[in-house]
């Protein structure tokens, strides 16, 4: 399982949806840019290191909603 641009996340603690805006090398690794969006407030962006998000999602503080890719489309029978 890999993080790209535009995948959702929901952290059920706060009840905070974020997508992943940017992801970007850094000298100590890979930094992964969420913009977070709670009811009634404006959203913020914060950036982690791309570790420590995939830790959250494998711990299951985050759960991760993959971004559908146009090479995905399903085809219904006609």
Known sequence: MKLQVGDVL???MSQN???VTKIF???D???VKIRWRM???LPHDTEHS???VMRCVK????ELTP???SDNKIELDK
Not at 59 to 62: C, D, E, H, P
């Open 10 to 12: 929901f952290e059920s």
């Open 25 to 27: 090398e850094h000298p």
């Open 59 to 62: 711990n299951g503080l985050y």
């Open 67 to 69: 971004k559908m890719s």
């Open 17 to 19: 949806i974020g997508s």
């Open 39 to 41: 009811d009634g407030h």
């Open 50 to 52: 791309y570790k420590k």
């Open 29 to 31: 690794g890979k930094i």
